[in-house]
Structure formats: C-alpha cells, structure tokens
C-alpha cells in the first residue's frame, strides 16, 4: 500500500471513530448521576461535582489501552485539578478481585471506583474500553472518546481548556 493510500485510509477511520463518538445518546445531555464506592472505601457521588468540569472515564484491568490511558490522565488531573477539573475512573470490571488487585498496584491522585455490577457502565452506554466522557459544570456531556490511541491526551486537553474556560 502506498503512503498517499495509507493517509486516505487512516483519515477515513479517524473520521469514522469520531462519528461513533458523536453518535453517543448521552452527548449534550445531562450525565446520569450515580453513587460508587471507591478503592479505598470513600463513597462517590457524581452529583457532588455540579460546578466542575468531570473527566470521567472506564476501564478495566484487563485492558491493555485503560492502563496507558489511565497513566496520562493522571498528570492532566494535576494539572487541571486546582481550575476545576475532577477527574472519574470507573471500573467494569467482570471479576472485582482483580479490579481491586490493580487498584493496589495503581497510585491514582483521582478516585478509582469500582462499579461491579456494571449498572453505571450500562447507564452510559459503556460499550468500548476505555470510554471517555467530558462533563461541563452544568451536568451535561459534551464530549465523548471511545477507545485510546496515543497521543489523545493532547485533545483532551483542548477539550478540558474550552469547557475549563466556560
């Protein structure tokens, strides 16, 4: 395949990721709240966060791409944390012993909640690991990243700047 082939090609499949992402039934409604607990027992509720920008995101920990996504949000959570950004990772997870093994392998400066039932995965149409949602501080999502490629975080940070500034 020749390069000018290649270019058209991974054009078309950026362009068809990002229409699933737009295609998204909660995109510029209001996020469903919920209530989860935890790694480390604290309870949480979306809620609570009205006011914020959240970045709130699924995993897994057999997912391969969740961990390296979840690595790079974690210096964005830093950064953004003292202009309002709160930052979500919410685990679906088929078996909550492994989920909680990696929550002890992780050192995570935003909450890691674990959602075994899979309830809130369901409510947001969690249908791609890892999935990202960005909340502006009236509630609603108005951003949507399924999967991860690297080098994503630099629209994420666009992203969080614009909803940031509002």
Not at 4 to 20: G, M, N, P, R, V
Not at 62 to 88: E, F, I, M, W
Not at 123 to 131: I, R
Request: charged share 20%.
């Amino acid at each position: 395949m020749r390069s000018s082939q290649l270019l058209t090609l991974a054009a078309l499949l950026s362009f068809a990721l990002a229409s699933i992402a737009a295609d998204h039934p909660l995109l510029g409604r209001s996020a469903p709240d919920f209530a989860l607990r935890a790694g480390n027992g604290i309870n949480v509720r979306l809620s609570e966060h009205r006011g914020d920008v959240v970045l709130l995101t699924f995993w897994s920990s057999r997912c391969n791409q969740c961990r390296a996504q979840l690595a790079v949000l974690d210096p964005l959570h830093a950064t953004y944390k003292s202009a309002g950004l709160v930052t979500l990772a919410v685990s679906i997870d088929d078996n909550p012993v492994r989920a909680r093994e990696y929550l002890q392998s992780v050192r995570s400066q935003f909450p890691m909640l674990l959602d075994p039932a899979k309830q809130v995965g369901r409510s947001y149409d969690v249908n791609v690991l890892p999935m990202v949602l960005l909340i502006d501080r009236a509630g609603a999502v108005r951003y949507v990243h399924r999967d991860y490629k690297s080098g994503a975080e630099a629209e994420y940070v666009r992203e969080l700047k614009t909803l940031l500034d509002e």
